[in-house]
């Protein structure tokens, strides 16, 4: 199986940066993936890194070190509709799997 | 809307009743998959099809049992379920496992509660 750790709940406020990191084991890497996930809702695609370094893609952005086996996802400027579950996810032979999710709550 | 159908959307089922979750998607995508969610868990891949006529087993297969039949259809079905597959289900589909990042779109899952 594929070991996947990620911090269960973040607290920041409305304005604010934070930062979810990811570290990961696993075989037959063909790249990260981070989802997000609102309450009661299905895991929507946020960003996919297969090579080291940061992907930005407006607020988010997403970096990757395949030797460390770690990844982060960043969002800035955070607004009240960020509250959600980011879930990290790494390929593996072409099957995602999935970390357990961190929780963040955006406070005004 | 494009996109991922499951149906139902909520069930309560008695202990030891057959079950079948329904997943339809219209984006001609390959490859569909089958997740269970669980508090503190996380999404669990159940089982996975990369394509039509083909199916995988995935972390927690055991318990049940899927068929892909058409590109369209990926039905999951519980023979015979217990309580501790009370779960959120998710179905999901990627257009080309292998060629480019293989990005999931999700349905809208089924909670499926087993007294």
């Known amino acids: 199986g594929q070991n996947i750790d990620q911090p269960t709940e973040m607290t920041a406020t409305e304005g604010a940066i934070v930062q979810i990191n990811c570290t990961y084991q696993?075989?037959?890497?063909?790249?990260l993936f981070w989802y997000q996930q609102h309450a009661g809702e299905a895991p929507t695609f946020l960003s996919y890194n297969v090579l080291d370094g940061l992907e930005e893609k407006g607020r988010f952005s997403s970096f990757l070190s395949r030797s460390k086996g770690y990844s982060y996802l960043l969002l800035k400027e955070l607004q009240m509709k960020d509250s959600a579950s980011y879930l990290c996810?790494?390929?593996?032979?072409?099957?995602?799997?999935f970390g357990a999710g961190t929780t963040v709550t955006v406070r005004a | 809307i494009a996109g991922i159908t499951q149906a139902p959307t909520s069930q309560i089922l008695a202990a030891g009743r057959r079950m079948t979750l329904r997943c339809t998607q219209d984006?001609?995508?390959?490859?569909m998959y089958w997740y269970r969610q669980d508090l503190g868990l996380g999404l669990r891949l159940i089982h996975y099809s990369n394509t039509a006529g083909t199916t995988g087993k995935g972390e927690v297969p055991d318990g049940y049992s899927v068929s892909r039949a058409n590109t369209d259809d990926f039905p999951l079905t519980l023979a015979s379920a217990v309580p501790s597959q009370t779960s959120v289900y998710f179905c999901?589909?990627?257009?080309?496992?292998?060629?480019?990042?293989?990005?999931?779109?999700f349905g809208a899952g089924s909670r499926l509660t087993v007294l």
């Open positions: 984006m001609r995508h390959n490859a």
């Open positions: 996810a790494t390929d593996n032979d072409y099957k995602l799997s």
């Open positions: 999901a589909s990627s257009d080309s496992p292998g060629s480019g990042a293989n990005v999931l779109t």
């Open positions: 696993t075989s037959g890497f063909n790249g």
